[in-house]
């Protein structure tokens, strides 16, 4: 299995195997990214079923265009994550506006409605993403200080850094996490930004 610290080599490797067609390769893609496919899109659409739905499709799409992804555009990681934000939103969209139909509310309340939805679920995606893609000990001041509920003092203790240094973890942290709402920000993985 390829080094976890040298993704871009892999990830040229990767695309570069699919290409060919190698199945072996699928399978080694699903096993590394399956959970961050689905975690993203059970996060943008809250049902399990869809979420597996998506993840099915995205693995197809995969498999089908390997030549989509393209190396020099940045990580593999996140190339699949942005397909799978927008088929996930496309999902989304599409069993809202059906569901908007059936009823008869096609107003444009409900319309700004389901925006404001499909807005809040590709926040709450991204955010999930760039946690999960922050550096390990930036990860661990966060969550020691959210889920735990440690200030800074308390999380140098329990990660055994100096002061300074947990505050500036917890900064950056921080920093990394205000993209979630800034599309267009460097926090938020090329072409996964927007909710389009």
Known sequence: MAKKDAP??????????LARGEAAALG?????????VHGLAHRVL?????ADGITREVFAHVWENP???????GPLRTWVAALTHRLAVQRLRATETAALA???H???????????????ASVA?????IVQAMPAPLRAALELAYFQRRDYRQTAA????TEDEARRRLRLGLQLLSTAHDTASPGAPPGYGGAA
């Open 8 to 17: 871009p080599r892999w990830d040229r490797k990767m695309q570069q195997r």
């Open 102 to 104: 059936e009823t008869g």
């Open 106 to 120: 096609g107003s444009a309340a409900a319309t700004e409605e389901l925006e404001h939805k499909v807005r809040h």
């Open 125 to 129: 995606a991204r955010a999930d993403y």
């Open 67 to 73: 030549d989509a992804y393209d190396p020099k555009q």
């Open 46 to 50: 809250g049902d399990e079923r869809a």
């Open 28 to 36: 080694e893609l699903y096993d590394r990214f399956a959970s961050l």
């Open 158 to 161: 329990d990660l055994g850094v």
